[in-house]
C-alpha cells in the first residue's frame, strides 16, 4: 500500500514536470505522499523537482499509510477489480482552471495492479494459543471506517461457522460505521454486537482523576454508566442481540464488577465478565459462550429484535449526505439540531 500511495505521488510530479499535459497546478496536488511510521518532521514538507533548464517547487506532506484513502477503499473493496475502479475515481489534484483530476488519468491501473495483486491477499496468522486469526488492512474510524477488509471478513465467513471482528474506536464511532458503511458496501449482516466496557473507563466518566482509577468507588462508576447506556442504546437500534463484555482489570474489585453487572442484567442486557488479557482463551470462554446464546436465538425470539436494519440505506439517492448526517447525529450522538459550517457547506455541495 505504501508503495503503491508513493507510486501515484511520484506520477502526479513526473507528468507536472516532463511538460505538464494534464495542465496539473502544482498548488492543487492533494494527493499525499504516505510511510508507515510517525515522522512529525516529514508531516509539512516542500518539494522541488528540478533540472538545469527549470524547478518546480510546492508544498506537500506525508500521512501514515493507514491514514491514506487508499487504505480506506483497500478494506472496503469486494475484489479486486473493485478496487481498482474505485482507486481510479480519486482525485488527486486539480488543473489550473479548478478541473479535477483523477487517478484514471495518470493510467496507471496495470502498475497498480502489479504492486497490489499479492496484497489483496488475507494473510493467517496464528494466536499464541494456536488459533487462527485474518490480519488484512485496518484503516483509522475517525477519517475512514475503521474495519479490516471486506475480503478477509467474507473469507472468514467461507471458512468457520463464527467470526468475529472488530470495528475501531467507540461504538458511536466505528461500529456505527462498521453497520451503515461495510455491512451494506458488503452485503453483511451481523448476527450479534459485542459491547466492550471496563469500570475504569466508567469511572473516569463518573469523575474520578486517572491516577485515582485504581481505588475502588462505585458511586462513580454509576455516574459513568449513562455513557455506557447510550451505547448500549445505539446498538439496539441495529436490531440485532446486543452482548455486554465487561474487561476486568486486575483494579477492578469484586463489589465493582458485581454491581456493574447487576445494573447490565437490570437494564434487560446480557452481561459477561472477560478477563482474557489475564488469562488468555479460558478468560473468555463465558463471553464466548454467551454470544453463542445470542447468535442462536430460535426465529421467535429474535423477532423481538427486528433483524438487522442500518440506519439509512446507501444507495438511496433521497438520502442526501445532510440526511445521512443528521441521522447519525440525532440517533446515535443525541443532537437537536445539526449546524453546519460554511467550509462544511461548500464541501457537501461539491460532494453532492
Given at each position: 500500500l505504501t508503495s503503491t500511495i508513493n507510486l501515484i505521488a511520484a506520477i502526479i510530479e513526473n507528468s507536472v514536470f516532463q511538460g505538464n499535459k494534464l495542465n496539473i497546478n502544482p498548488d492543487r496536488i492533494v494527493w499525499t505522499r504516505a510511510l508507515d511510521m510517525n515522522d512529525r518532521s516529514l508531516r509539512d514538507i516542500t518539494v522541488t523537482s528540478s533540472d538545469s533548464?527549470?524547478?518546480?517547487?510546492?508544498?506537500?506532506?506525508?500521512?501514515?499509510?493507514?491514514?491514506?484513502?487508499?487504505?480506506?477503499?483497500?478494506?472496503?473493496?469486494?475484489?479486486?477489480?473493485?478496487?481498482?475502479?474505485?482507486?481510479?475515481?480519486?482525485?488527486v489534484a486539480y488543473t489550473f482552471d479548478e478541473e479535477p483530476i483523477t487517478v484514471k488519468d495518470l493510467h496507471i491501473r496495470g502498475a497498480?495492479?502489479?504492486?497490489?495483486?499479492?496484497?489483496?491477499?488475507?494473510?493467517?496468522?496464528?494466536?499464541?494459543?494456536e488459533n487462527p486469526v485474518l490480519v488484512h488492512g485496518g484503516p483509522f474510524a475517525n477519517i475512514a471506517h475503521g474495519c479490516n477488509s471486506v475480503i478477509a471478513t467474507k473469507l472468514g465467513l467461507k471458512l468457520a461457522d463464527v467470526v468475529v471482528t472488530e470495528a475501531g474506536f467507540g461504538a458511536d464511532l466505528g461500529a456505527e460505521k462498521f453497520l451503515d458503511i461495510k455491512c451494506q458496501r458488503a452485503g453483511l449482516k451481523p448476527d450479534a454486537i459485542v459491547l466492550v466496557a471496563t469500570v475504569r473507563a466508567l469511572k473516569l466518566h463518573g469523575g474520578v482523576k486517572f491516577e485515582d482509577l485504581d481505588k475502588e468507588n462505585i458511586e462513580a462508576m454509576k455516574l459513568g454508566e449513562c455513557n455506557l447506556w447510550k451505547h448500549a442504546e445505539n446498538m439496539k437500534l441495529y436490531g440485532v442481540p446486543v452482548v455486554i463484555s465487561i474487561n476486568r482489570f486486575p483494579s477492578d474489585t469484586d463489589a465493582e464488577v458485581e454491581t456493574l453487572l447487576n445494573d447490565i442484567e437490570a437494564k434487560k442486557y446480557w452481561g459477561v465478565v472477560n478477563t482474557a488479557a489475564l488469562d488468555s482463551g479460558d478468560g473468555a470462554k463465558d463471553l464466548a459462550t454467551q454470544v453463542m446464546v445470542a447468535i442462536s436465538l430460535d426465529a421467535d425470539h429474535l423477532a423481538c429484535y427486528g433483524g438487522f436494519e442500518p440506519l439509512y440505506p446507501i444507495g438511496d439517492e433521497h438520502y442526501s449526505i445532510r440526511d445521512k448526517i443528521g441521522l447519525i447525529c440525532h440517533k446515535i450522538y443525541g443532537a437537536g439540531n445539526v449546524v453546519y459550517t460554511d467550509l462544511a457547506n461548500e464541501q457537501i455541495n461539491k460532494y453532492q
Amino acid at each position: 500500500l505504501t508503495s503503491t500511495i508513493n507510486l501515484i505521488a511520484a506520477i502526479i510530479e513526473n507528468s507536472v514536470f516532463q511538460g505538464n499535459k494534464l495542465n496539473i497546478n502544482p498548488d492543487r496536488i492533494v494527493w499525499t505522499r504516505a510511510l508507515d511510521m510517525n515522522d512529525r518532521s516529514l508531516r509539512d514538507i516542500t518539494v522541488t523537482s528540478s533540472d538545469s533548464k527549470h524547478s518546480i517547487t510546492h508544498k506537500s506532506e506525508f500521512v501514515i499509510t493507514v491514514a491514506s484513502e487508499l487504505m480506506a477503499i483497500f478494506c472496503i473493496a469486494n475484489d479486486e477489480e473493485e478496487f481498482l475502479d474505485r482507486t481510479e475515481k480519486i482525485i488527486v489534484a486539480y488543473t489550473f482552471d479548478e478541473e479535477p483530476i483523477t487517478v484514471k488519468d495518470l493510467h496507471i491501473r496495470g502498475a497498480i495492479k502489479k504492486l497490489m495483486h499479492t496484497a489483496m491477499n488475507p494473510n493467517i496468522v496464528q494466536t499464541l494459543e494456536e488459533n487462527p486469526v485474518l490480519v488484512h488492512g485496518g484503516p483509522f474510524a475517525n477519517i475512514a471506517h475503521g474495519c479490516n477488509s471486506v475480503i478477509a471478513t467474507k473469507l472468514g465467513l467461507k471458512l468457520a461457522d463464527v467470526v468475529v471482528t472488530e470495528a475501531g474506536f467507540g461504538a458511536d464511532l466505528g461500529a456505527e460505521k462498521f453497520l451503515d458503511i461495510k455491512c451494506q458496501r458488503a452485503g453483511l449482516k451481523p448476527d450479534a454486537i459485542v459491547l466492550v466496557a471496563t469500570v475504569r473507563a466508567l469511572k473516569l466518566h463518573g469523575g474520578v482523576k486517572f491516577e485515582d482509577l485504581d481505588k475502588e468507588n462505585i458511586e462513580a462508576m454509576k455516574l459513568g454508566e449513562c455513557n455506557l447506556w447510550k451505547h448500549a442504546e445505539n446498538m439496539k437500534l441495529y436490531g440485532v442481540p446486543v452482548v455486554i463484555s465487561i474487561n476486568r482489570f486486575p483494579s477492578d474489585t469484586d463489589a465493582e464488577v458485581e454491581t456493574l453487572l447487576n445494573d447490565i442484567e437490570a437494564k434487560k442486557y446480557w452481561g459477561v465478565v472477560n478477563t482474557a488479557a489475564l488469562d488468555s482463551g479460558d478468560g473468555a470462554k463465558d463471553l464466548a459462550t454467551q454470544v453463542m446464546v445470542a447468535i442462536s436465538l430460535d426465529a421467535d425470539h429474535l423477532a423481538c429484535y427486528g433483524g438487522f436494519e442500518p440506519l439509512y440505506p446507501i444507495g438511496d439517492e433521497h438520502y442526501s449526505i445532510r440526511d445521512k448526517i443528521g441521522l447519525i447525529c440525532h440517533k446515535i450522538y443525541g443532537a437537536g439540531n445539526v449546524v453546519y459550517t460554511d467550509l462544511a457547506n461548500e464541501q457537501i455541495n461539491k460532494y453532492q
